[in-house]
């Protein structure tokens, strides 16, 4: 993984259409991404109830060669510490914080 959007709003959803999502096309120039580029989806703001689940979703995928870029956007619960456990433990990751929720495109430009 190279690029990571955060605080993404669904603005359609089809739960029988199979295949892909779209995204803006100033997003994924922004964003650094390339049309059919693989992409996971993670939106986490005080998620300290599921963030190591979603974190070990991710580390644990076949495919290692990524750079990990996590925005803890303005969590006031445990979810903070809990990134930088994983931070420490891992140089793939890395966090960015933010110190109030921003919206997605603030995180993406403040890479």
Do not use: W
Not at 57 to 77: A, C, K, M, P, R
Not at 83 to 106: M, W
């Amino acid at each position: 993984m190279k690029s990571k959007l955060h605080c993404v709003t669904v603005t359609q959803a089809e739960l029988d259409y199979i295949g892909s999502i779209t995204i803006d096309e100033d997003l994924m120039d922004a964003a650094n991404l390339i049309e059919n580029e693989q992409v996971h989806i993670l939106n986490k703001n005080n998620g300290e109830r599921f963030i190591k689940y979603s974190i070990d979703s991710i580390l644990g995928q076949t495919y290692g060669d990524f750079e990990f870029l996590i925005v803890n956007d303005g969590s006031t619960d445990q979810t903070l510490p809990i990134l930088n456990e994983y931070q420490a433990k891992d140089k793939r990751i890395k966090i960015i914080v933010n110190p109030k929720e921003f919206s997605l495109s603030f995180s993406v430009l403040s890479l």
